[in-house]
């Protein structure tokens, strides 16, 4: 089981192959999960599509390791 608060930031750390992106893949709309179920505010819910997780207020942001060459380090960052 886990619980977020509204208008938390999260960040999702564990070892190789732990299963990390596959929960943020569901959660975000990208893959359909195989069997459990999600709550959000006490009721279950059907994410399907990343617009349907938009609209339960779940966005994933994804990392990218570049730069953009004609920004400074802080831009680049921020």
């Known amino acids: 089981t886990l619980a977020f608060k509204r208008g938390e930031a ?3 750390v564990g070892d ?16 359909r999960a195989d069997k459990g179920e999600i709550k959000v505010e006490g009721r279950e819910v059907s994410i399907a599509t990343p617009r349907d ?4 207020g ?11 060459p ?9």
């Open 10 to 12: 999260l960040g999702l």
């Open 16 to 31: 190789n192959g732990a299963g990390k992106s596959t929960l943020i893949n569901i959660l975000s709309g990208v893959h």
């Open 53 to 56: 997780a938009m609209d339960l």
């Open 58 to 68: 779940i966005e994933t942001i994804y990392q990218y390791n570049s730069m953009v």
């Open 70 to 78: 004609t920004m400074s380090i802080a831009r680049n960052l921020f």
